[in-house]
């Protein structure tokens, strides 16, 4: 069975400093791999994807995510961080021809102005 | 484009009854899938519909069902609620149904039961 872990609960960073949050997946062959972020009540927000290609994806709102297979990590990062980024964050990973996407636990960000 | 829109946002059931929500998807996407998110077991997957067919299903009891119209709106069904059924049920839409796209999710409805 495919998944994805997020060993840390919560990520502190300073605002204007860079962000990690970190992901690793277990996947039988080529992973397809997602980050989302949720905003208090609110659904998850798509930031990016990565399918095939180049290991380093950009995405939305300055986030970018680098894929490394003898890892299998998939880090977000984001070279600036903004008050506005502090939110949960999710890595998935889909599973080969299937719709259905596993989630990993969650690590809550925290930008301290 | 419009969003993926979800109705109701919050609900109040009492154990027992029966609820229906509903997922209108992103203008033209042909999959629709629901998960269940609670703090306890976080985000899991519920089931996924494309072109009015159940195409992959999680594991959850057979009181959760779901159904997609002609017009690829989705609704989903849980029958005999348990208070374990509060959560915040997402749905998400993708187009096309390949795998390679991402979905967009809606703002989720909260279920409360009591």
């Known amino acids: 069975a495919q998944s994805v872990a997020q060993p840390e609960d919560q990520v502190n960073v300073a605002e204007g400093n860079p962000l990690t949050v970190k992901c690793t997946y277990s996947?039988?062959?080529?992973?397809?791999l997602f980050w989302y972020v949720q905003y208090p009540n609110r659904g998850l927000q798509f930031l990016l994807k990565?399918?095939?290609?180049?290991?380093l994806v950009k995405g939305s709102y300055g986030f970018e995510a680098e894929f490394n297979k003898s890892q299998t990590s998939f880090h977000l990062k984001k070279p600036s961080a903004l008050v506005s980024d502090s939110a949960l964050y999710f890595c998935?990973?889909?599973?080969?021809?299937?719709?259905?996407?596993?989630f990993g636990t969650g690590t809550r960000l925290l930008v301290s102005p | 484009k419009a969003g993926v829109t979800q109705t109701p946002r919050y609900l109040i059931k009492t154990r027992g009854q029966q609820v229906t929500l509903s997922c209108s998807p992103i203008?033209?996407?042909?999959?629709v899938s629901w998960y269940q998110q609670t703090p306890g077991q976080g985000l899991q997957f519920l089931f996924e519909?494309?072109?009015?067919?159940?195409?992959n299903k999680g594991n959850f009891p057979g009181r959760f069902s779901g159904r997609q119209f002609s017009n690829s709106r989705s609704e989903m069904n849980v029958s005999t609620l348990e208070l374990g059924d509060s959560a915040l049920y997402l749905c998400?839409?993708?187009?096309?149904?390949?795998?390679?796209?991402?979905?967009?999710f809606g703002p989720g409805t909260r279920l409360t039961v009591t």
């Open positions: 998400a839409s993708s187009s096309e149904g390949g795998f390679s796209y991402e979905q967009y």
């Open positions: 996947v039988s062959g080529n992973p397809y």
């Open positions: 990565y399918i095939t290609g180049d290991n």
């Open positions: 998935a990973v889909r599973e080969k021809s299937f719709q259905k996407l596993v």
């Open positions: 203008s033209g996407h042909r999959s």
């Open positions: 519909y494309f072109s009015e067919t159940q195409r």
